[in-house]
């Protein structure tokens, strides 16, 4: 199992344009969450998503910014209209459905892509 | 409001000296609480939770509820500790996020 991988690894993307960070669980996970950091700060919580369903976007901007997990290949992040303050590192983590008895299942890190806006 | 604090940015022991990593929680219910690692050029890992209530890598970590704490301590520190230690809960009803704090960068000197 090759982990959780996120690609591009590092993306840099002038003031205006588009910024598309993907996503690949963990094979047999069906749990997605999306945390951000920022330059000095801890990760902070975006997204959490299932195949197909957002379940908590309570982390998520209001506007640029979208998230989509589905049937098929990985989950996106989508951040349009990119600003100066977008740049950070976006980690993305997955998790096993949860099982009998247990109140949490761990979450497993990418290596987080590195946005920079210029 | 959940909300994790981690007072030191930076933490600097020598080998073989105790350590300990402050943690403190506010959440109205009863969270779980865990401890991340993220060793230099490596992913981000768990490290222990307090549920299990293990020793891993020689390091603990006790839930005390009466201070909101979860403090990580290990008795002898080691060059290979050295790491930056973040603190996380997450509430106890099924697949939740984590609430992170802000990280403290424990350097061991030999």
């Known amino acids: 199992n090759a982990g959780v991988m996120q690609n591009p690894r590092h993306l840099v993307r002038r003031r205006g344009q588009e910024a598309r960070l993907r996503c690949s669980p963990m094979?047999?996970?069906?749990?997605v969450y999306w945390y951000r950091q920022l330059p000095e700060e801890g990760l902070k919580f975006m997204v959490y998503?299932?195949?197909?369903?957002?379940?908590?976007e309570s982390g998520m901007p209001k506007e640029r910014f979208s998230a989509e997990f589905p049937k098929e290949g990985p989950s996106i992040l989508r951040i349009q209209q990119v600003v100066r303050g977008d740049s950070a590192a976006y980690f993305c983590?997955?998790?096993?459905?949860?099982?009998?008895?247990?109140?949490?299942?761990?979450?497993?890190f990418g290596p987080g892509t590195r946005l920079t806006v210029l | 409001a959940q909300r994790v604090t981690q007072p030191e940015k930076l933490l600097s022991v020598f080998k073989g000296a105790p350590v300990e990593l402050k943690c403190n929680y506010s959440?109205?219910?009863?969270?779980?609480l865990f401890w991340y690692v993220q060793y230099s050029r490596q992913r981000l890992q768990l490290l222990l939770r307090?549920?299990s209530r293990e020793s891993i890598k020689g390091f603990t970590a006790d839930l005390n509820k009466g201070e909101t704490s979860f403090h990580l301590k290990k008795p002898f520190a080691q060059e290979e500790d050295s790491a930056m230690y973040y603190c996380?809960?997450?509430?106890?009803?099924?697949?939740?996020?984590?609430?992170f704090g802000q990280g403290t960068r424990l350097t061991i000197n030999p």
């Open positions: 998503l299932q195949k197909e369903n957002i379940i908590d």
């Open positions: 959440y109205s219910g009863s969270p779980e």
């Open positions: 094979k047999g996970h069906s749990h």
């Open positions: 307090h549920i």
């Open positions: 983590a997955s998790s096993p459905p949860l099982g009998q008895g247990s109140s949490y299942n761990e979450q497993f």
């Open positions: 996380a809960l997450s509430g106890n009803q099924g697949a939740q996020k984590l609430v």
